[in-house]
């Protein structure tokens, strides 16, 4: 059965249907995961309905899957021909069908996770990613009714550009921004701070200097010791538990502040954790990658998007701070960069698109189209995480 939550508007001018979308729909899709209410009422279907559409969506996977083996599988046969330069471009391409393969291992297992839970009554929940690539593809097959159809068009509508439905700040409510400062510019760095912001919610990670010399407890609370094991446990915790329900957002965190994140964890389990948020989180960097096609400076984006904005400092100077014990600027200047990523995905979530400005003398700014702000860092780049 379907009954849509609002009816259809149709003009005299224009044959396509309409429809004007109550906010607690929108609020519903714009979050990173669907639970049973929320399926239940943005697809305005009955659950017999329901558990038929997840049914179909978990076939669909399966072949999906099949599909991805049978073209990794030839490909592996085909490299031992290749030399150079292009056995390198065929790994590669053996690399993409295997991330394919593990996505749609990963949806399947979703789906039928969704399927028991709906027959014993549990709770579970579906990615965005998940809705968008297999749920409403079988909803349309099922549901072949051309109101419905046009329904399913406006769901998809407002993931893809949730700015002309509902305002960035109140979007962002549903995300944690985070950043860290190391003692390096590469990945194989020691972290000396984190900081994580979700609405007003902005934290300092950061691990306390609490013993002196001689084994007593140090009563100058002005110092810190690079960031411990325990240290790091607490905020993967925080970003795995308290923050659940909510995607992650970085710039560059695929490639640079998970793997080093992941330096500082030895326990299994936290590690696991620590990937899956890595793999489900958003990386502004990556979507602009794939939008220009070369890697971007944070501060070229800011200063074109933002115009008003710029970084305080730098990388190396993040790294000189810690070096001179200057914490204050240190954490400051991490902070500054939360704020300045939350506000360079407030302005791609509200306009599609940010603005970035080269390094070279006499540029002018490019726009950077960002149309996928639902996808995750591991839908953008499988191969960042092979060796993860």
């Known amino acids: 059965m379907v009954r849509l939550p609002c009816s259809p508007v149709f003009s005299k001018h224009d044959t396509r249907v309409t429809f004007e979308v109550p906010i607690e729909i929108v609020e519903r899709l714009v979050r990173p995961y669907f639970d049973h209410g929320a399926l239940m009422e943005v697809l305005s279907v009955d659950e017999d309905t329901l558990l038929n559409v997840l049914r179909a969506a978990i076939l669909s996977s399966k072949a999906c899957h099949e599909r991805a083996k049978l073209v990794r599988k030839t490909l592996e046969r085909e490299v031992a021909w290749f030399k150079g330069e292009e056995r390198r471009a065929a790994e590669h391409l053996v690399g993409v069908e ?8 990963g949806v399947g297992v979703q789906l039928l996770s969704a399927v028991r839970a709906i027959a ?3 709770p579970y929940r579906i990615s965005q990613y998940v809705f968008m690539e297999t749920v409403i593809p079988a909803v349309r097959t099922i549901v072949n009714d051309s109101v419905y159809l046009a329904w399913t068009e406006t769901l998809e509508d407002i993931i893809k550009s949730p700015g002309q439905y509902i305002s960035a700040s109140h979007l962002a409510m549903d995300y944690v921004f985070f950043d860290i400062e190391t003692t390096g510019l590469l990945p194989d760095g020691r972290m000396t701070c984190g900081v994580t912001q979700n609405g007003d919610d902005v934290r300092t990670w950061a691990s306390p200097a609490n013993s002196s010399e001689d084994g007593k407890e ?5 110092r810190y010791q690079l960031f411990t094991e325990e240290k ?9 538990t308290f923050a659940e329900g909510k995607r992650v957002v970085t710039f ?3 490639a640079f502040d998970f793997r080093v994140l992941l ?5 299994e ?4 954790r620590c990937i899956e948020i890595a793999k489900n989180h958003f990386d502004l960097h990556l979507a602009c990658i794939e939008s220009g096609g070369h890697r971007m400076a944070m501060n070229g984006l800011v200063l074109a998007t933002l115009g008003d904005k710029s970084k305080s400092g730098c990388g190396l100077d993040a790294i000189n701070w810690w070096n001179d014990g200057d914490y204050d600027n240190l954490f400051e200047y991490c902070k500054q960069d939360v704020l300045l990523l939350k506000l360079l995905w407030s302005h791609a979530a509200d306009n599609s698109m940010l603005f970035y400005l080269p390094k070279r003398q006499g540029s002018s700014r490019k726009a950077v189209s960002i149309e ?8 953008f780049a499988p191969d960042t995480f092979i060796d993860y």
Request: no cysteine.
């Open 263 to 267: 330096l500082h964890l030895s326990d």
């Open 372 to 379: 996928h702000m639902d996808r995750s860092a591991y839908e």
């Open 120 to 122: 014993s009554e549990t």
């Open 232 to 240: 790091a446990n607490e905020l993967v915790e925080y970003l795995y």
């Open 218 to 222: 140090s009563t100058e609370t002005s």
């Open 98 to 105: 295997k991330g394919k393969e593990g996505a749609a291992v």
């Open 269 to 272: 389990m936290m590690r696991d």
């Open 252 to 254: 560059n965190g695929a």
